[in-house]
């Protein structure tokens, strides 16, 4: 995993501040570049939105968020009344953060999904047989209510997981292999790999 965010030589602590977004805009990629690289200079996208932020005493500083058209990252701007970002940060992965915050059930989704990926391996590796697990999911499935199981994408999660060798979901059927490290050594207990 890459992230892109600017890291503070030996702090001492890492100060907060709660930012609201109040307004969006999207940038084409080199607008996106430039004002990543000349925050002093003016931005007539500021210009047009910093009267539109909210003033408020509650410790808030009132944001627009400017998104990068071609990539998934953000820059936060404060402008405080001026057109260039006089307070801004960077944001990873902006698009996601956004997106999820105005999808609350996307969000939930993933979650579950996430849910579904642990408890799946977890009964694949316990009750694999001779380094196999096969599974119509249709216990899990009626669990999984009320958002709809996708069993492609359940696949392709766990095929991240160490635990596997391979995962595919076909003809109705979940069929895995389990990789070595977790299976039962001759005494029948888990190898030292797996960890519930």
Not at 51 to 62: G, Y
Request: aromatic share 8%.
């Amino acid at each position: 995993m890459i992230i892109e965010t600017p890291l503070q030589y030996k702090a001492t602590d890492l100060q907060t501040e709660r930012c609201q977004v109040d307004e969006v805009v999207t940038l084409g990629h080199w607008q996106f570049e430039y004002l990543k690289n000349c925050t002093s200079d003016d931005f007539d996208f500021i210009a047009e939105l910093r009267d539109k932020l909210p003033v408020t005493n509650d410790n808030t500083r009132h944001c627009i968020l400017a998104l990068d058209e071609a990539g998934d990252d953000g820059i936060l701007i404060d402008p405080q009344g001026y057109s260039y970002p006089r307070y801004s940060a960077y944001v990873p992965n902006a698009k996601q953060m956004l997106a999820m915050e105005q999808h609350p059930s996307l969000q939930a989704y993933v979650q579950d999904m996430m849910d579904v990926v642990e408890e799946v391996t977890q009964l694949a590796v316990n009750s694999q047989e001779n380094g196999e697990f096969h599974s119509d999911l249709s216990d899990i499935e009626i669990d999984f209510q009320p958002n709809v199981l996708d069993k492609f994408l359940l696949a392709d999660m766990l095929n991240t997981r160490p635990e596997f060798e391979s995962v595919e979901y076909t003809d109705g059927e979940l069929n895995a292999v389990i990789s070595g490290e977790y299976l039962a050594n001759d005494s029948g207990e888990e190898m030292s790999g797996m960890e519930m």
